[in-house]
């Protein structure tokens, strides 16, 4: 699920990010003096924790990159640590400093929680522009997208939805393999006795496996993406991808059903021959009218690429 996370938390960075800097910036001066800069952090820190109940860690770095307090951190094994150490290296200290403004970060494996979190820092400087200290919280990556966008993680829809789908998806998978092992079993039963093999046996287990193959494809693509998250690059042709090879299969099993009632009406019952034109002509109307859908959606492509 980290991928979808991430690309989820991509989409609402610039509203994180402005929401996490004000919070910070109604807690704690951006300018002071920094004879009371030391009491000032110390005593803001504890009511900036308590403002945003979902982060993991509240600090304060020097102008140097140190950590110049401790951890304030409802978690009891981060809580009180850390003070002293040297993050001059990390993103959120040099990103801060180039831009010379308040900064979130991209996610990033946390070394102490094993979790992936960002880092949303805010500069503090004196009344000659120069830095004093460096606010930073720590939130994880879930419980970012919890605060700006409730419902893209763990919202009752979302879970309703991603059961519904796994279900479809189980039962599906069931029928393409019933299907499977209906067109096996359908001309294996004639064993090596090739003389007995009848054409309309054989005709029928390939519609059967061609259906079979189509909706596993279809089955695969559901559960990935709507079960898994998983997010493909070009998502969208993807997606129009999985449904031309599903009309295809079934484009390709319905012109052998076609073929299948041209030999059998031609002998047997020439009269009803017409029925199977019928069946000719609705496959070429499918036909061009998926045709024409790929012939668009390659246009949309590419206009949306030249852009």
């Known amino acids: 699920m980290q ?55 509240v600090y304060a770095l020097d102008a140097q990159g140190v950590q110049m307090t401790a951890n304030i951190s409802k978690n009891k094994k981060l809580n009180g640590e850390g003070k002293g150490e040297n993050r001059s290296n990390r993103a959120y200290y040099y990103k801060t400093i180039k831009e010379h ?26 009344e000659n522009d120069t830095l004093l200290s460096i606010i930073c919280v720590d939130i994880s990556l879930a419980n970012i997208l919890r605060m700006v966008s409730p419902s893209s993680i763990d919202s009752l829809s979302s879970q309703f ?45 390939t519609i059967l496996l061609t259906l079979s193959l189509a909706i596993f494809d279809l089955v695969k693509a559901i559960f990935e993406e709507e079960v ?32 299948m009632l041209v030999f059998k009406f031609a002998l047997t019952a020439p009269d009803k021959l017409q029925y199977a034109v019928y069946l000719i002509v609705g496959i070429s109307l499918l036909l061009i009218s998926l045709s024409i859908y790929i012939r668009f959606n390659h246009t949309d492509s590419k206009h949306k690429k030249s852009k």
């Open 101 to 126: 403004r308040c900064t979130l970060t991209d996610p990033y494996p946390s070394m102490i929680s094993n979790t992936m979190v960002v880092t949303a820092s805010f500069p503090i400087y004196d």
């Open 161 to 205: 939805t991603k059961i519904v789908y796994a279900a479809f998806s189980l039962a599906l998978g069931a029928v393409s393999l019933l299907l499977f092992i209906k067109g096996i079993t359908s001309f294996m039963s004639f064993g090596f006795d090739f003389t007995n093999i009848d054409i309309n046996e054989m005709f029928t287990s």
């Open 3 to 57: 991928i979808k996370e991430i690309q989820e938390y991509a989409q609402i960075r610039a509203k994180a990010r402005a929401y996490l800097c004000y919070i910070i910036g109604r807690n704690i001066s951006q300018n002071m003096e920094s004879v009371t800069l030391d009491t000032t952090i110390l005593s803001n820190l504890q009511s900036l924790n308590n403002a945003i109940p979902k982060a993991e860690t």
């Open 228 to 259: 898994l998250g998983k997010e493909r690059k070009n998502h969208s042709n993807n997606a129009h991808q999985t449904m031309v090879r599903f009309l295809g299969s079934i484009i390709i099993a319905l012109s052998i059903e076609a073929l």
